[in-house]
């Protein structure tokens, strides 16, 4: 069911996911930074089948975005599922752990998978696209059309142009 990719970890988000956005946006606005995603968990095939992620891997992708190594690194193209990009190769890291449908086996199990998620994902994301904010940023992901930035600061240019989007946040802008 579509509901299980609503937030990851939204039992203990309490606001609606258009605030986390919005406060997402402000603090790499403000602080000029890129983002990126660590895959911190499992790779290799479903449950079962692949494995943990490599702490030494992880420990090494990490300091190549903290050393800034990462952004002279060669990077892929956008993935057709995830508009996702990833370094092809970075420093000693092997390949496979930078790729994931390298670090299948079944070739045909990671596509399924991954056809199966960003369906998912689609599916669950239409209950926010009423939104101009929130179907500007769905251009973004799974189902969308626009290729991945290679930062999601130029991302922030695109909804910027896109009518009725606006930072609305309060609470101390939930603080640095």
């Known amino acids: ?22 406060l997402f946006r402000a603090k790499i606005e403000k602080h000029e930074v890129n983002v990126y995603l660590v895959n911190t968990g499992w790779t290799g ?33 956008p993935d057709r599922h995830f508009q996702l990009q990833f370094p092809t190769e970075l420093g000693s890291i092997d390949p496979t752990v930078l790729d994931p449908s390298k670090a299948w086996a079944d070739n045909g199990a990671f596509e399924a998978m991954c056809s199966k998620l960003s369906a998912m994902y689609a599916k669950n994301w ?12 769905s251009n973004y992901g799974p189902g969308g059309e626009a290729l991945v930035c290679s930062s ?25």
């Open 152 to 176: 999601i600061k130029q991302s922030l240019s695109f909804v910027e142009q896109h009518k009725g989007c606006q930072h609305n946040l309060s609470y101390d802008d939930m603080r640095d």
């Open 1 to 22: 069911d579509g509901d299980v990719l609503d937030v990851f970890g939204g039992a203990f988000m309490p606001l609606p996911p258009k605030k986390y956005a919005e």
């Open 45 to 77: 095939g479903a449950y079962g089948v692949g494995k943990r992620m490599d702490i030494v891997a992880t420990r090494n992708i990490v300091a190549a975005i903290l050393d800034g190594s990462i952004e002279k690194a060669p990077m892929s193209a």
């Open 126 to 137: 239409t209950k926010y696209v009423k939104d101009p904010f929130m179907a500007a940023l």
